[in-house]
């Protein structure tokens, strides 16, 4: 039951926080409903320090906080939440098996996914609705089963009584600082007012009007439109899902209740303001040397964003002709900025790091840019022992924290408007 004006959140795959900076904006609101985070989790397999996690904690603070490889972390452990949120890698979620004495299924080792449905599948009470992000290639994901991946986590969710809808948002269509395009996925457990509306809604409805993404990011009807049932239990969906099938049936719109899959594609109904590239650098004078590219150096950043026809010689002797088109460079101003990759800081020149052109000549874009383009906090990241570079990896793994707080404004509204059940 939803405590009386509280929604409890559960923050799995944390980062820096950048879901928490989003939904705890609500707060803010003039509503009786306030979002508390009662518990969250990050961990970083790869590394021995644990830096997201530190940044996480010296802005959050460390009550309730958890820095554990979440597949070892309990679910007693975990308070009862009426939210789950996160941003969860795009892996291979294949199922292994279904498990003989449960419910609950066996899936790829190490896959986060399995873990988001451990937990759902063995809390003793379910949280009442999830808040999800993805890449979007997860809509077309294994390349052999074009869609699989995602109709395993349709049924997942649907097998554990949850309506689905998701849709792909690029930020920058909606005026936001970076063009960063990503699948976010809400559910709503049977029982609730939301999962209820879903329910009696028309399909078609819900995706342009009525639902909180409609409502969040307005969009319009453009085509292919597609109804197909999603009935097979998650074993022969993993085995069998659109086996050499070249696309997946799965668009950027659409919703899951019933066994039955509604997706279309929609494009962007927004005519506000944008915010371009320009808008969020700093002034020179704040900008260290070590951001701008010598003369040395640009003919290999010209080289790397230019076009290329050339022949290539692997480590075995082998030659092949190699093509790809030429970046801009530098990077327009007077746009949305290009998507923000992992890879993004560093004095080495690149093909994909953003270079823009001031007085003062080249240069690569500072940490307190990369989170604006975020629409993090300035300086959020900043911390003792935390590099530049770790930095700009984390703003490469974040999410735009200006989507998820409009679509949890819209889905806390919605909430608020329901009766306890």
Known sequence: MLQKNKIRVVELFAGVGGFRLGLEKFNKKKSDLQVEVVWSNQWEPSTKRQHASEVY???FGKLNHSNQDIASVKIEDIPEHDLLVGGFPCQDYSVATTLKNSKGLQGKKGVLWWEIYRILNESQVKPKYLFLENVDRLL?????QRGRDFAIMLKSLSDLGYAVEWRVINAADYGMPQRRRRVFILAYLKGTQLYDNLNKSDTEDWILKDGILAKSFPVVFEKDDYKFQLKDDVKIISDTFNLGGKLSPFNISGLYINNEVYTVKTKTDFEGKRTKLKDVLVTDKEVSDEFYISEDDLDKWNYLKGAKKEVRETKDGFKYNYAEGAMVFPD???????????????????RFKHVIKTKKGYRRLTPVELERLNMFPDNHTQLDGVTN??????????????VVEKIGETLFNAISEEKSV
């Open 332 to 350: 327009a101003l007077d746009n949305a900025s290009r998507t923000i990759i992992t890879g993004e800081g560093g004095k080495s020149a690149s």
């Open 389 to 402: 570079t770790k930095r700009a990896f984390f703003m490469g793994n974040a999410l735009v924290v200006g």
């Open 57 to 59: 904690v010296a802005r």
């Open 140 to 144: 077309k994901s294994p390349s052999k």
